[in-house]
């Protein structure tokens, strides 16, 4: 349950937000060993006494009704213990340096029985109380606070399981009768907490000021952020069924952002992260130079840049594209939670067994990954939010659907956990993706690639083929009152014609269809895979994220006009720009 960060760019999120302040604010055990040094053991220890003291004691009141007696069949404590630096500048200056500390705990109580309890249908959150530790290892302070949390989601839950009780009695039979939650055997995994930050604070706020003032040689860039995110966190984990599970995690996180308006009033950005295990392992500054360059330049291009027409027919999408596209149009439809409930659309839930990707084409989650070939991989764990073991996921085999991300809520024909049960802080887990990998085994060079699109295109009658080479989010609809569609937001867009004209960028596109069309359209890959590192946001929260995937090139896809926008740009010229040079004469 990592603690996040303020600004998290670009995500792999359900929508894309359209302005930029809203993109800031987007911003029997399995193993046992005893705890290495470093964890807190006072934190650990206080945990696990408080949390049997109350799993004994809540339902079995002195004098009490046995008949209204309702205790506890589960129960856990889940801390986040993070510290994290941010360093962030604009416009070539430093706006803010802060070093935060906080512990957050999450107490999960279910009531009833793993069948059916407070947690079922719509009432999922009702398990979840969070409240904020005290930053030492101050024993009775830490036991007084998770006492008043576990009160306070004591009789909440009641509420709730009651409200559950009575729905049960007077709907109609629902299609998934499976349990509210799984049995798993308790895990101990007592692992090293997360070292101190190591971090020459001074060298880092001038190095992400100086990014932050290379936008200076673009006058059209309006608005422009750079952030550096340090964040060394230790998680821990009591239940009522003997887990006691503390996880590490560290990351570094370079984000450059930059905005621009064209003269029709169309914004536009561009972001692009840097991932890194520590901020020593982030891009030596002259290549962080460069990237933030190719930003501004590109943000330059695209004002200029002829604004897109509604379009049917072949296409091509980068590998960082096509992770974005897998993620988004696949991944979230995989996920085990969305394959049960009567608002789901449960695109692929009877589908187990049968062909939903060209046969050329496999499918895994595999959160154990640290890196794909030199990249970091921001969505490895070793342990899930619900205390469960990390696991390779063989989701798709050859074209045939195998399997879901599956967390402790059952679904039919699956009723263990393979752990991919994932929250953010004050969300209870659900199944999500960690490092979805996709790989090919009908892959092509780039130029063949580019010319089957030329060929695909004049098959079609059409005058060009498109080419996207970045994306930034997408929206992605599973939920069976809306149609099953989704949107996918690309930033840089290429027409690719037929008649050997140069290829020219356009703007304004937006990728729209439905899943099963667009699976079933992918003609081939390229031979080298990227990675897209993000953040994913969706019912328990967010989350961080890797997608590894080839090139696509498909026969058909589909795209729109995003909204043109209505304000102007601005009348003042920026400062230090030449035509504020010849405004001042």
Known sequence: MPYKPSFALPALAPRLLPSFAALLLALSATSSRAAEPNSSSVLLDTMTSELNRAFHALGHQPGADPAKQLPPYFMSYSVSDAHQVNIRAEYGALVSSADDQARIADVQIRIGSPQLDNTHGTHR???????????????EAIARSLWYATDAGYGNAIDNYLRVKTEAEVRAKEEDTSPDFSKEPPVVALRRAAPAIVLDRAAWEKRVRELSGVFREYPDVYQNIVILTVQNETDYLVSSEGSRVVTPHVSARLVALAVTRADDGMDLFRARTFEAETASGLPSQAELVAAIRDLGKSLEDLRKAPVT???????????????????????????????RGDEEGQTFTKDIGKEILPKFLSVADDPTLERYGKTWLNGRYTYDDEGQKAERVELIKDGVLKTFLMSRLPINGFSESNGHGRAQTGRIPTGRQGNLIITSTKTESDADLRKQLIEEAKKQGKPYGLYFEDISSGFAVTQRNSPQAFQVIPLVVYRVYVDGRPDELVRGVSIVGTPLSAMQSIVATDDHPEVFNGECGAESGTVPVSAVAPAILLSNIETQRQPQGTSRPPILPIPGSPNAAKEGK
Do not use: W
């Open 309 to 339: 027409v509604p379009f049917s027919g072949p296409a091509i999408l980068s590998g960082r594209a096509a992770a974005v596209f897998f993620h988004e149009v696949l991944g979230h439809r995989l996920e085990g939670q969305r394959q």
């Open 125 to 139: 959150s009702s398990a979840i109380k969070s409240i904020v530790l005290p930053l030492t290892d101050d024993k």
